[in-house]
T-cell receptor
């Protein structure tokens, strides 16, 4: 079945450092890929997405590129801020096999803490 | 425009008690979902609905029931609460399950403890 694997956390960085959170996936079809962010005490918010191979999703300085050859969707940001401290989830939505309800399969989440 | 709202925010239940978690969306979305989030884990799908009157099981449906009588509301029912159901529950909705409009909007969550 479908699965998503994220790098182990937590990740602790200083402000203005470079961020990479690795995400790889297994899917039977041609999934859409997502990064969701969860700030403390809140629900998940969509950060960015990509719906086909080689697409780059970007938002708020974060970027991720859909790499079909390596089945990856790594999240990057050039200069993190304290306000980026949150839990980040990689997810996929696979419509293969006629499952047309858009179920999201999530990774386990990566806790990011940014210090001043 | 409130988006997806959930009530209650917190609840403590005793083993064997029942309760209903409420979820309402005002975006006229056909697709709605219930997930649970356990510590250190990603979210797992409990039930989903593709429109009023149509529901189906997700990955972890045991111990739960749902109904969808209107487009807006998608309540989740726990009949006999068990400690294994201690979790944070998220409701989500989307306009369409694929392509560029495939985005799920999440509610703020309900934190449930079963003692």
């Amino acid at each position: 079945g479908d699965s998503v694997t994220q790098m182990e956390g937590p990740v602790t960085l200083s402000e203005e450092a470079f961020l990479t959170i690795n995400c790889t996936y297994t899917a039977t079809g041609y999934p859409s890929l997502f990064w969701y962010v969860q700030y403390p005490g809140e629900g998940l918010q969509l950060l960015l997405k990509a719906t086909k191979a080689d697409d780059k999703g970007s938002n708020k300085g974060f970027e991720a590129t859909y790499r079909k050859e390596t089945t990856s969707f790594h999240l990057e940001k050039g200069s993190v801020q304290v306000s980026d401290s949150a839990v980040y989830f990689c997810a996929l939505s696979d419509l293969a096999g006629g499952t047309s309800y858009g179920k999201l399969t999530f990774g386990q989440g990566t806790i990011l803490t940014v210090h001043p | 425009n409130a988006g997806v709202t959930q009530t209650p925010k917190f609840r403590i239940l005793k083993i064997g008690q029942s309760m209903t978690l409420q979820c309402t969306q005002d975006m006229n979305h056909n697709y709605m979902y219930w997930y649970r989030q356990d510590p250190g884990m990603g979210l797992k799908l409990i039930y989903y609905s593709v429109g009023a009157g149509i529901t189906d099981k997700g990955e972890v449906p045991n111990g739960y029931n749902v109904s969808r009588s209107t487009t807006e509301d998608f309540p989740l029912r726990l009949e006999l609460a068990a400690p294994s159901q201690t979790s944070v529950y998220f409701c989500a909705s989307s306009y369409w399950p694929s392509g560029e409009r495939n985005e799920q909007f999440f509610g703020p969550g309900t934190r449930l403890t079963v003692l």
